[in-house]
């Protein structure tokens, strides 16, 4: 494991140490999310007629899911997540890259 990590790049170093923070705030938020959408009474006001609210009695697991992901992109953090992505896409790049060229060396 340590050889493994000791072989990645700068970037894909990088990339690692910012998907174990971004994946564990996305695990607080969608149980503080679930949390609020559990505890709600189904035959309360928000539940019964107020549309936004309703999808929370609804469908808890789902609706949870759907508002951490909004709130991750809305936190005055989602220049880190775009940082992430734009690093997982040019890693994933590479790595195609890669793949093709021992590939075509091969034949």
Do not use: H, W
């Given at each position: 494991?340590?050889?493994?990590?000791?072989?990645?790049s700068t970037l894909?170093?990088?990339f690692l140490w910012l998907t174990i923070?971004?994946?564990?705030?996305?695990?607080?938020?969608?149980?503080?999310?679930l949390n609020y959408a559990l505890s709600m009474d189904p035959n309360s006001f928000n539940c019964k007629y107020d549309s936004m609210m309703k999808q929370?009695?609804?469908d808890p697991y789902g609706s949870s899911i759907s508002w951490t992901l909004i709130l991750m992109f809305m936190s005055p953090a989602w220049p880190i997540l775009l940082a992430w992505v734009v690093i997982g896409?040019?890693?994933?790049?590479?790595f195609?890259?890669?793949k093709r060229?021992?590939?075509?060396?091969r034949a």
């Open positions: 494991m340590i050889k493994k990590y000791m072989a990645l894909g170093k990088t923070p971004i994946v564990a705030i996305f695990i607080y938020l969608f149980m503080d999310q929370f009695c609804e896409i040019v890693l994933l790049n590479r195609v890259k890669r060229n021992s590939k075509t060396d």
